[in-house]
């Protein structure tokens, strides 16, 4: 099994930063991709930021030049730096890996922090 927990979540103003940590343990061979999620009240999930074990990323366009995606493949740790943040970027922010474990793979969810960009 495999487990991700997620920080940095919280209260900020229109135009602040934030930075989200997602570390990933257990059955871990590798991990091919790591990506962020989010979900606003009443809307559906949708895809935030993701990037592969070779440092490809991509980007939402409601977010490219705002947000950042990095990874530590050694700490098998995704971040992501949010800056400008606009009242939109409120939501409940979701890790999610895909895993190569010794034998098979899977897809795995942390359980979200929330975010809430208010004045």
């Known amino acids: 099994q495999v487990r991700l927990v997620e920080s940095g979540g919280g209260l900020v103003q229109p135009g602040g930063s934030l930075r989200l940590s997602c570390a990933a343990s257990?059955?871990?061979?590798?991990?091919?991709?790591m990506g962020w999620h989010r979900q606003a009240p009443g809307k559906q999930r949708e895809l935030v930021a993701t990037?592969?074990?070779?440092?490809?990323?991509d980007y939402a366009n409601s977010v490219k030049g705002r947000f950042t995606i990095s990874r530590d493949n050694a700490k098998n740790t995704v971040y992501l730096q949010m800056d400008s943040l606009k009242p939109e970027d409120t939501a409940v922010y979701y890790c999610?890996?895909?895993?190569?474990?010794?034998?098979?793979?899977?897809?795995?969810w942390g359980q979200g922090t929330q975010v809430t960009v208010a004045s």
């Open positions: 999610n890996a895909r895993v190569i474990h010794y034998s098979g793979s899977g897809d795995y």
């Open positions: 257990g059955s871990i061979f590798s991990i091919k991709a």
């Open positions: 990037i592969t074990n070779v440092g490809s990323t």
